[in-house]
C-alpha cells in the first residue's frame, strides 16, 4: 500500500505543471545542473526497532500479507515436522523473520528485479525463513502441530550472560540498600 501511495503522489508530480525558472529537467524529477539530487527515500527498519503506532501499523501491514498471501499459498499443512501458531504475532522471532522476508519479497517482486526477481527471492529468501520458523525445535515447536490441537506457548529463552548479571549486580550494589518500605524481587 506505502508503494502504491508513492506512485500515486509520484503520478501527481508528473502531472503537474514544472516551476517557472528552474531546471528544464524538472518536470522529469531530475536536478538541473549543479542541482542537489533528490532525497532518497526512507531506509525500512527492523520491526523490532518500531515502537507504538509505527510497529502497530507495520504488524497489521504484515499481519493482511501472511493471512492473505504467505500462509494461503506457502503455508502447507501444520505437522510436527512443521509447526504453526495461530498466534504467531506474539512470538517475536517469528514477527522478525517474516517481517524481513516481506520486504525481500516486496524488493523482489518490483519491476526494476527483473525477470528473475521472485526466483531469487524463492531461491533465497522463501526456502530458508520457512525452514528456520517452521522447523521441529524451532520458535514454533511448543505451538500447533496439528489443526485439532491448536495451542500456543512462548518458550523462555536463555538467561542473560554473565556479564549482564555482574553488571546488574554491581549497579544494584552501588545504589545502595533498599529503603524498608520497598519490596524486595
Do not use: N
Not at 51 to 67: Q, Y
Not at 92 to 101: G, I, M, P, R
Not at 109 to 130: C, M, N, Q, Y
Amino acid at each position: 500500500m506505502e508503494q502504491s501511495a508513492q506512485q500515486a503522489q509520484q503520478l501527481d508530480h508528473l502531472a503537474s505543471a514544472p516551476a517557472p525558472g528552474g531546471s528544464p529537467f524538472a518536470a522529469f524529477g531530475m536536478p538541473g545542473l549543479g542541482g542537489l539530487p533528490p532525497a532518497a527515500p526512507p531506509e525500512p527498519r527492523p520491526i523490532l526497532e518500531l515502537d507504538g503506532e509505527e510497529r502497530e501499523d507495520e504488524l497489521d501491514a504484515l499481519s493482511d500479507w501472511v493471512d492473505d498471501f504467505f500462509l494461503p499459498v506457502y503455508g502447507a499443512e501444520v505437522t510436527t515436522a512443521a509447526p504453526w501458531c495461530l498466534q504467531w504475532q506474539e512470538h517475536d522471532d517469528v514477527v522478525a523473520w517474516l517481517h524481513a522476508l516481506w520486504l525481500a519479497y516486496q524488493q523482489h517482486k518490483d519491476p526494476e528485479a527483473g525477470l528473475s526477481g521472485l526466483f531469487v527471492w524463492h531461491r533465497d529468501f522463501l526456502t530458508h525463513a520457512i525452514a528456520a520458523i517452521r522447523a521441529p525445535g524451532g520458535p514454533l515447536s511448543a505451538c500447533m502441530t496439528s489443526p485439532e490441537r491448536p495451542a500456543h506457548r512462548i518458550l523462555p529463552g536463555p538467561p542473560p550472560s554473565s556479564r549482564t548479571e555482574k553488571a546488574t549486580a554491581s549497579a544494584a550494589e552501588a545504589a545502595g540498600p533498599p529503603e524498608p518500605d520497598e519490596p524486595t524481587s
